[in-house]
C-alpha cells in the first residue's frame, strides 16, 4: 500500500514537471520570438512563430490577395471600352499584373499551412474580406485614371512599408508588387492629366472621378489604430511598421501637390498646409459609410462577390482539366 502511494506521488509529480517544462519551453520560444522581432531579424516559414502572430498574417495576407483579385473586377469592366488600342493594352496589362499580385500573397500565405483553396472559399463564401474600395463602381473611363493612381497610390504608401515586415515571404512578395504597382499609378495620372488638358466635359470627368474617389482611397488605410482590436499585436510584431494614420497622411502630402500640378481640386474645403506640423490638416472621414461597406452594404458588394462566384464556377473545367494532365504525367 505505502509502495503503491509513493508510485502514485511519483507519476503525479513527474506529470507535473513534465508540464512545467513544457511551459517553459514555450516561454523560452516566445522570448526567442520576440527578441527576433525586436533585433529586426526576419521570420521565415520553417521558424517558430507564436499561433497569434500565425493567425494574424494568415487573416491579413488571405485578405490582400482577395483584393488584388477583386481589384481586376472594376477595371476589367472597361478593358473593352477604353478610348484606344493602346490603351486596352495597357489596361489588359494591368489587370493582369493584379491578378499576379493576388497569385503571389496567396503563395506567401500557403507557408503559414492553409491551402490557397480553402482562402478561396473564404472569399466566395463572404466569409473574407477585402477591401472596402472595390466596392465602388467605375463609372467612367475618368475613374479608370483615378483608380490607378489614387487607390493604386494608397496602395503603394502601404505596400513598400510592408516589403519591410517581419515575415519574410510577405515582405518579398511586395517587392515585385511595389515595383508593379508604381507602374499603375503613373498610368492612373497620366489618364487623368490627359483629360484635364481635354475639353470642358473631360475635365468634368476627371473632377468628378475624384469628387468619388478620394474619400474612399484615404478609408483603405482604415481607421484610428486604437480603433482596430489587431493593430497594437501587428505594430508590435512589426508586421505593420507605422499606424494608420501616419500612413493615411503621407498619402495626403504626397497625392495633393500632384493634384494640383495638373489642376484637379481636392473634395475638402478643410484641407490646408500646416507650417507648423509640415503636413496637410483634412476634414473627418465618414467612418459610418466605411463599416457599412465592409459589412456588405456598398454600392457594389453583392455584384462583386456574385461576379467572383460566377468566373469560379465557369473556371471549373480549367481546373479539371489542368488536374487531369498533372495527374496523367505523374502516372508516366
Given at each position: 500500500?505505502?509502495v ?18 513544457k ?9 526567442a520570438?520576440n ?10 516559414p520553417?521558424?517558430?512563430?507564436p499561433?497569434?502572430?500565425?493567425k494574424q498574417?494568415l ?5 490582400h ?6 481589384g481586376?473586377l472594376?477595371e ?13 493594352a495597357?489596361?489588359?496589362?494591368k489587370?493582369?499584373d493584379?491578378a ?17 483553396s480553402e482562402?478561396?472559399?473564404q472569399?466566395?463564401?463572404?466569409k ?5 474600395i472595390?466596392n465602388?463602381?467605375?463609372?467612367t473611363?475618368?475613374?479608370i485614371?483615378?483608380i490607378g ?10 505596400q ?16 515585385r ?8 499609378n503613373?498610368q492612373g495620372?497620366?489618364i487623368?492629366a490627359?483629360?484635364?488638358?481635354g475639353?470642358?466635359e ?6 468628378d ?9 484615404l ?6 489604430d ?6 497594437a499585436d501587428l505594430l508590435?510584431?512589426k508586421?505593420?511598421l507605422?499606424?494608420n ?12 501637390e ?8 481636392v473634395p475638402d ?10 503636413h496637410y490638416d483634412?476634414?473627418e472621414i465618414?467612418?459610418?459609410e466605411?463599416f457599412?461597406?465592409i459589412n ?13 462566384n460566377d ?7 480549367v481546373?479539371e ?6 495527374e496523367k504525367?505523374k502516372a508516366n
Amino acid at each position: 500500500m505505502l509502495v503503491s502511494l509513493i508510485l502514485a506521488k511519483l507519476i503525479s509529480h513527474l506529470g507535473f514537471m513534465d508540464v512545467k517544462v513544457k511551459t517553459d519551453d514555450l516561454s523560452a520560444k516566445e522570448t526567442a520570438f520576440n527578441n527576433s522581432i525586436k533585433d529586426g531579424k526576419v521570420i521565415e516559414p520553417k521558424d517558430w512563430m507564436p499561433e497569434k502572430y500565425r493567425k494574424q498574417l494568415l487573416r491579413m495576407m488571405s485578405q490582400h490577395a482577395h483584393s488584388e483579385v477583386v481589384g481586376m473586377l472594376p477595371e476589367g469592366n472597361w478593358i473593352t471600352r477604353a478610348p484606344s488600342l493602346a490603351r486596352k493594352a495597357i489596361l489588359i496589362a494591368k489587370v493582369q499584373d493584379e491578378a499576379g499580385h493576388g497569385l503571389y500573397i496567396y503563395s506567401a500565405a500557403e507557408t503559414l499551412g492553409m491551402d490557397r483553396s480553402e482562402m478561396v472559399d473564404q472569399l466566395l463564401s463572404g466569409k473574407a474580406k477585402y477591401s472596402s474600395i472595390f466596392n465602388y463602381p467605375t463609372l467612367t473611363w475618368a475613374d479608370i485614371g483615378a483608380i490607378g493612381w489614387l487607390v493604386d497610390g494608397a496602395a503603394i504608401v502601404n505596400q513598400t512599408v510592408l516589403a519591410k515586415c517581419s515575415y519574410g515571404p510577405y515582405s518579398r512578395a511586395m517587392l515585385r508588387i511595389c515595383r508593379e504597382e508604381n507602374f499603375h499609378n503613373k498610368q492612373g495620372y497620366q489618364i487623368l492629366a490627359f483629360l484635364m488638358r481635354g475639353t470642358k466635359e473631360q475635365k468634368e470627368m476627371a473632377q468628378d472621378a475624384m469628387n468619388r474617389w478620394w474619400w474612399p482611397s484615404l478609408m483603405m488605410f482604415g481607421p484610428s489604430d486604437k480603433d482596430s482590436p489587431n493593430s497594437a499585436d501587428l505594430l508590435k510584431w512589426k508586421v505593420k511598421l507605422y499606424t494608420n494614420d501616419d500612413l493615411r497622411q503621407r498619402f495626403i502630402d504626397r497625392t495633393v501637390e500632384q493634384a494640383e500640378a495638373i489642376g484637379l481640386k481636392v473634395p475638402d474645403d478643410k484641407l490646408k498646409w500646416n507650417e507648423e506640423s509640415r503636413h496637410y490638416d483634412f476634414g473627418e472621414i465618414n467612418w459610418e459609410e466605411f463599416f457599412q461597406v465592409i459589412n456588405g452594404n456598398g454600392p457594389c458588394n453583392k455584384l462583386r462577390l456574385k461576379q467572383r462566384n460566377d468566373a469560379h464556377s465557369n473556371g471549373q473545367w480549367v481546373r479539371e482539366a489542368a488536374k487531369a494532365y498533372s495527374e496523367k504525367r505523374k502516372a508516366n
